[in-house]
């Protein structure tokens, strides 16, 4: 598993068969969204093998880098990045979105910048912060630091 699936793998966690996510979508696996908000769990009839899971991350984790290449802010931001701080960014887009990323304007300029204590105050600033904060300040000291964070590994 590459760091970046460790990093997701961590802070998803897997679970094979259908849940609620905190914001009430029936999700599977690493946080893969699987139907609308408030659908009937019941309606989600399967289990997803770890292994098929794993091999859906990584297909989605290209297909996000492809859409992070379409937007200039999140290019020059991971231009100045180590694969440490550039795993962090990939992790937000996963939470958020791509269109959620480029919202972390400031944090993006300062990244460019090399600005790290900056980018880390401006990722902490926010709504995504604020609702899960735990996950939030893992990454800000991530960007901050450009090293990986310790339990990362443990998820293999």
Known sequence: ??????LIAYE???RSKPYYCSE????????FRVGPQSAPLNQYQF???RVAGEAWLQAYLEMLKDSMEGYSDI????????????SVLYSMAYQM?????????KALHAIQRNHW???K???LDSRWARQTPNRAQRHADQIQSGLWFSGYSDTV
Do not use: H
């Open 1 to 6: 598993m590459s760091s970046i699936t460790q």
């Open 12 to 14: 998803e966690g897997w």
């Open 24 to 31: 009430g979508y029936p999700t599977i696996g690493f946080g």
């Open 47 to 49: 289990t997803l093998p």
């Open 75 to 86: 290019q020059a931001a991971l231009a100045q990045c180590n694969e440490a701080r550039a």
């Open 97 to 105: 979105g791509v269109s959620g990323l480029t919202q972390f304007k």
């Open 117 to 119: 204590l900056d980018a």
């Open 121 to 123: 105050n401006e990722m």
